[in-house]
């Protein structure tokens, strides 16, 4: 396998994981939410703080992943001035 082929092969692998951790992350919570809302008899209060805290927490996640994962990516441009087309030719004298 190539260094390209494997390369996209793994950036496919984390792709698949981020949706299925953010999918985790809200169903857990979720789950959580409705048997402690049953333990504790306060109605709904707790399954909607812990779905909150879920779906942040499955942002935190992808924001980590994709922020751990895009650092080996290249800029395409650093500096427009550095770029020998962006140069301006000198100013025509009146």
Known sequence: MDKETRKAAIQLAYASSIGIAF???IIISLWLGVQLDRNFGTGY???I??????ISAGFWNIYGLVKKFSWDEKPIIKYLKSEPHRKRPPPKKA
């Open 45 to 47: 209060k707790l399954t």
């Open 23 to 25: 999918v985790l992350f």
């Open 49 to 54: 703080l812990l779905l909150v805290i879920g």
